[in-house]
């Protein structure tokens, strides 16, 4: 701090000043690693905590980004807008991603809105569903998802796909339970390829991801015999039929 005062008091830089190639100014840095003092002295003397650097963020989604709680109240009691849109949607987005349930929850109580949908990412929800894709565990994951939902967040918006066809693609068991619970719908398709959660998960050979989904979703008609087996069968069929078809039409074109 003492180096902090003798730049910014003695030498009189700029607080609002971004780093080399982009990179987030003082109070970007500080919120991304943590430095509550650091941020509350750049605060009182001029930070912008809605400053967005060339990377696309602002305090307030770094802060998010590796959950440090106690920055996120100080920025958001400074005027750090909730809901401030970056490079990647909002500090909510961001904090979904990562799976930072506490930082999560600090936002939506400040009443971020859970339902926001930025120009290049989705809602939150699919946000951290998606997290686990890199090494987030499901846990984390889930506690995300439940307070999300709790929030008001749309179990059933297919804005590209639904949460459902997100947790059966990644084969979360415990995030599609708690969602059929919480009433999300399993029988809305994915609007790319036009599948359900239970033929993605029976694709992908996990019967007890399809036992889960079975009691909940409404029979499909091309399946001959609506069970557990026949789904399974049928969704194996039709895979190998259109990987002969995919191939036939890859001989075709040469």
């Not at 009189?12 to 190639?21: F, K, T």
């Not at 109580?109 to 699919?126: G, K, M, T």
């Not at 090494?135 to 999300?148: A, R, T, Y």
Request: glycine share 10%; with cysteine.
């Amino acid at each position: 701090m003492k180096v902090c005062e003798y730049l910014v008091e003695e030498l009189g830089l700029d607080v609002n000043a971004g780093g080399s190639r982009g990179g987030p100014p003082p109070l970007g840095c500080a919120a991304l690693c943590g430095e509550f003092v650091a941020a509350r002295y750049l605060l009182n003397h001029g930070a912008d905590p809605n400053k967005i650097d060339g990377t696309g963020f602002a305090p307030l989604h770094c802060a998010a980004k590796n959950g440090h709680e106690c920055v996120l109240r100080l920025l958001l009691s400074r005027g750090a807008s909730v809901d401030i849109d970056g490079a990647h949607g909002t500090p909510l987005h961001t904090a979904s991603y990562y799976g930072n349930a506490g930082a999560l929850k600090i936002l939506l109580d400040h009443h971020a809105d859970p339902n926001r949908v930025s120009e290049i990412s989705c809602a939150p929800l699919l946000m951290a569903l998606s997290s686990t894709k890199h090494g987030v565990s499901e846990s984390d994951s889930l506690n995300c998802v439940k307070l999300l939902v709790k929030a008001g967040a749309d179990m059933n918006s297919a804005n590209p796909c639904t949460p459902l066809v997100v947790a059966a693609t990644y084969g979360l068991a415990d995030c599609i339970k708690y969602l059929l619970e919480a009433g999300a719908n399993p029988n809305i398709p994915d609007e790319q390829c036009g599948t359900t959660p239970i033929e993605i998960v029976a694709d992908s050979g996990r019967r007890e991801l399809v036992e889960i989904l079975f009691p909940y979703t409404k029979p499909i008609q091309c399946v001959p015999i609506w069970s557990i087996d026949g789904i399974i069968t049928h969704v194996k069929a039709k895979h190998l039929k259109d990987k002969v078809q995919t191939q036939f039409k890859a001989h075709l074109t040469r």
